[in-house]
């Protein structure tokens, strides 16, 4: 196993223990460190050329999200928002290239993507409205889209035959966290608070991210 996928997982544990505990000076170097790892470790294996770029661009951009939303959820969650949102939208670009054919499985798929995430999302904008944070509702509804569409690009390729069938699983799977890792943030701070939330919310990101970026790296390996 490379060096630098075991500190990502070792970073990930650490920064759960962190949060945990409370202890900040530990999530200042734990958080940041599971993207850093993740980072060389998809350059030193299999480099940042062509539509690795763009992989590569999607965790940085995860990686200004996590410090934004680790020095303050509150004052900096839009602004962190949309560097995530950005990273979905690099993800999404690394994904289609080139654009997967259109076929029922794809249709199916973004059927039930998209019910299952209307169904979240109204449960969210109606606590916004609630609670008087209506401005709140064009970011977080783009925002859904997006990731909804991340997600949706993702498992596309269980069933794209250029893919390796491993890499289009892990990266299946760890799409799906991401996704459901913004849920749990979302629900716990805008609907109701959720008993160890914020350690659900961050160790399904961080195995999401560590899944997706595995799967990248056995598809594109040197």
Same mark, same amino acid.
């Given at each position: 196993?490379?060096?630098?996928?075991?500190?990502?997982?070792?970073?990930?544990?650490?920064?759960?223990?962190?949060?945990?505990?409370?202890?900040?000076?530990?999530?200042?170097?734990?958080?940041?460190?599971?993207?850093?790892?993740?980072?060389?470790?998809?350059?030193?294996?299999?480099?940042?050329?062509?539509?690795?770029?763009?992989?590569?661009?999607?965790?940085?951009?995860?990686?200004?999200?996590?410090?934004?939303?680790?020095?303050?959820?509150?004052?900096?969650? =839009? +602004?962190?928002?949309? /560097? *995530? #949102? &950005?990273?979905?939208?690099?993800? !999404?670009?690394?994904? %289609?290239?080139?654009?997967? $054919?259109?076929?029922?499985?794809?249709?199916?798929?973004?059927?039930?993507?998209?019910?299952?995430?209307?169904?979240?999302?109204?449960?969210?904008?109606?606590?916004?409205?609630?609670?008087?944070?209506?401005?709140?509702?064009?970011?977080?509804?783009?925002?859904?889209?997006?990731?909804?569409?991340?997600?949706?690009?993702?498992?596309?390729?269980?069933?794209?035959?250029?893919?390796?069938?491993?890499?289009?699983? =892990? +990266?299946?799977?760890? /799409? *799906? #966290? &991401?996704?459901?890792?913004?849920? !749990?943030?979302?629900? %716990?701070?805008?609907?109701? $608070?959720?008993?160890?939330?914020?350690?659900?919310?961050?160790?399904?990101?961080?195995?999401?991210?560590?899944?997706?970026?595995?799967?990248?790296?056995?598809?594109?390996?040197?």
């Amino acid at each position: 196993m490379n060096i630098f996928l075991i500190l990502a997982f070792v970073f990930a544990v650490l920064e759960a223990v962190a949060l945990q505990k409370d202890w900040f000076k530990l999530e200042v170097i734990a958080k940041p460190g599971v993207m850093i790892a993740l980072f060389i470790w998809l350059y030193t294996s299999a480099g940042l050329s062509g539509v690795l770029l763009w992989f590569g661009l999607g965790i940085l951009l995860s990686l200004v999200g996590d410090v934004l939303l680790m020095i303050s959820l509150d004052r900096f969650f =839009l +602004v962190g928002l949309v /560097a *995530f #949102l &950005f990273a979905h939208v690099a993800y !999404i670009i690394g994904f %289609n290239i080139p654009l997967p $054919p259109v076929s029922a499985w794809t249709i199916i798929l973004a059927l039930m993507i998209g019910l299952g995430g209307a169904r979240v999302i109204r449960r969210i904008i109606a606590a916004l409205v609630a609670n008087k944070q209506g401005r709140m509702r064009v970011p977080i509804i783009i925002y859904s889209m997006v990731i909804s569409l991340m997600l949706l690009s993702a498992m596309i390729k269980l069933t794209d035959l250029s893919w390796n069938a491993s890499a289009a699983l =892990l +990266v299946s799977i760890g /799409a *799906f #966290l &991401f996704y459901l890792s913004d849920i !749990i943030l979302a629900w %716990n701070k805008f609907v109701s $608070p959720i008993q160890g939330g914020r350690i659900y919310n961050i160790a399904a990101y961080h195995l999401g991210q560590i899944m997706l970026i595995a799967g990248v790296v056995i598809q594109f390996s040197k």
